[in-house]
Nanobody, 135 residues
Framework: DVQVVESGGGLVQSGGSLRLSCTAS?????????IGWFRQAPGKDREAVSC????????YYADSMKGRFTISSDKAKKTVFLQMNSLRPEDTAVYYC???????????????????????????WGQGTLVTVSS
């Protein structure tokens, strides 16, 4: 089974930075993955944050994250990173990593889509990591 494990959350002051990590396992070809980040703040709906298609490095960012967050991957470590800079109190949330596998040997093409990964069509979710930004 496909699995993802997040790490890197914590407490940071407004304007500070954090880097989240997401390590994938369970599918042998890392290039088949599209890996995304979602977040859910208390009392709010879950929202897509960012996504990366591993095979070509194409990315998606929600509008409020553009210019502040950067997603990247390390293929050797099967890990995706979310570098979060200029953090704001409204970024406080539980951040979840999620993965979708598109087997390229079946002719599929990994993609994040125009609006990020579709949360109801994913192969794995992480347990979540809390990010708290103090004002």
């Amino acid at each position: 089974d496909v699995q993802v494990v997040e790490s890197g959350g914590g407490l940071v002051q407004s304007g500070g930075s954090l880097r989240l990590s997401c390590t994938a396992s369970g599918h042998s070809t890392f290039d088949d993955y599209a890996i995304g980040w979602f977040r859910q703040a208390p009392g709010k709906d879950r929202e897509a944050v960012s996504c990366i298609s591993i095979i070509d490095g194409n990315t998606y960012y929600a509008d409020s994250m553009k210019g502040r967050f950067t997603i990247s991957s390390d293929k050797a470590k099967k890990t995706v990173f979310l570098q979060m800079n200029s953090l704001r109190p409204e970024d406080t949330a539980v951040y979840y990593c999620a993965a979708k596998v598109f087997p390229t040997n079946f002719g599929l093409r990994p993609t994040c889509g125009l609006s990020g990964l579709r949360p109801n069509h994913l192969d794995a979710w992480g347990q979540g990591t809390l990010v708290t930004v103090s004002s």
